[in-house]
């Protein structure tokens, strides 16, 4: 393998990690967003929440094993309670239309409907 060869390999590679790393991080911010309405957040002014996060950021980076223990075992049962439904499996196909019987019928000399 030429080293152009192993670059672009080495390129491809490192795109498929971002890609793959996107894809993880926007679905941790699609989780966190489910966190917030869940807690009844989702309706509050973005500055106010902005502001409760830097704060609950900074009690995090500040809260001892302990403390960070206590809030898990608070959570757990919070978190699985409202647990962001699971996708289901697509709905059967609705039943044909019922037979509208017999079709009407047509005047002497004509052959069905124009």
Partial sequence: MTQSQTLARLQAEAAAAQTRLDQALGL?????GHLAESAGLIDLDDDLLAGAFAELADAIKAAD???????KVRGEPFRKRTAAPRRR???????????????????????GPA
């Avoid at 941790?28 to 966190?32: E, I, K, L």
């Avoid at 094993?65 to 809030?71: E, G, I, L, N, V």
């Avoid at 239309?97 to 052959?111: R, T």
């Fill in 89 to 111: 499996a697509p709905a059967a196909p609705a039943a044909p239309p019922a037979d509208p019987g017999p079709a009407a019928p047509q005047p002497a000399g004509s052959d």
């Fill in 28 to 32: 941790r911010r699609q989780r966190v």
């Fill in 65 to 71: 094993d302990t403390r960070k223990t206590a809030w």
